[in-house]
């Protein structure tokens, strides 16, 4: 921890900034973690097994009614959508299913594509503070006397490349996360548009075949 905490006060006024960015990033993934993988994300092949099962077997309530046991995750949110439309013409059930996308993929989404931007932040916020860091050190040294000028050279590089240090400590940590949670938030959106396809097909064919045997 010594060791840590020297080599953030010797980078200099810099090293704060690239200090929030990096709690900034900690904040974001740990938010987008605790939703992606916890709250909006669910087994979907599973899920729709049972969905198609019940709505085969015209019970449309129980349907609803599994919905409703995850009231949190984005692909029940979408077909709970179209299951309340169920009885309704196929227009009805796919604007319902739509109207709940466009709800929903915001909210997975949200934030997680700040992490790159945050990311390239830090990485310039590092480069700025050498480059400062790099003007101060040739502004002491030309002051110096001679015997000095070497040793300070030296120290003064290396506290200014101290922060393009920390911006890399903090830029390629925030990539990988950035990269993974694009992953999560693209597999459930796949899943949204794969399964809201097939639910209003399942629905608008139970209204035909409905109609059919009803004439």
């Given at each position: 921890?010594?060791?840590?905490?020297?080599?953030?006060?010797?980078?200099?006024?810099?090293?704060?900034?690239?200090?929030?960015?990096?709690?900034?990033?900690?904040?974001?993934?740990?938010?987008?973690?605790?939703?992606?993988?916890?709250r909006y994300n669910i087994n979907g092949t599973a899920f729709m097994a049972q969905i198609q099962k019940?709505?085969?077997a015209n019970n449309i309530d129980r349907a609803i009614k599994l919905c409703n046991a995850a009231p949190n995750a984005a692909l029940p949110r979408i077909v709970k959508a179209g299951l309340t439309r169920a009885n309704k013409g196929?227009?009805?059930?796919?604007?319902?299913?739509?109207?709940?996308?466009?709800?929903v993929v915001p909210l997975l989404q949200k934030r997680t594509g700040a992490l790159s931007g945050l990311a390239s932040l830090a990485t310039l916020l590092g480069l700025l503070g050498?480059?400062?860091?790099?003007?101060?050190?040739?502004?002491?040294?030309?002051?110096?006397?001679?015997?000095?000028?070497?040793?300070?050279?030296?120290?003064?590089?290396?506290?200014?490349?101290?922060?393009?240090?920390?911006?890399l400590m903090v830029a390629i940590p925030s990539i990988f996360i950035h990269m993974g949670l694009s992953g999560v938030t693209k597999k459930i959106v796949d899943e949204i548009d794969m399964y809201s396809v097939k639910l209003e097909n399942l629905l608008i064919t139970r209204g035909k075949s409905g109609t059919a045997q009803g004439g």
């Open positions: 921890m010594a060791g840590i905490a020297r080599f953030f006060i010797e980078g200099g006024v810099w090293m704060i900034p690239i200090g929030v960015v990096s709690f900034l990033v900690a904040g974001i993934a740990v938010e987008r973690v605790i939703f992606l993988f916890f019940l709505v085969m196929e227009t009805e059930i796919q604007n319902a299913v739509e109207e709940a996308s466009l709800e050498t480059v400062m860091g790099l003007i101060d050190a040739f502004r002491v040294v030309a002051e110096a006397p001679a015997d000095q000028k070497s040793a300070l050279l030296t120290k003064y590089i290396s506290v200014a490349m101290g922060t393009t240090a920390f911006g």
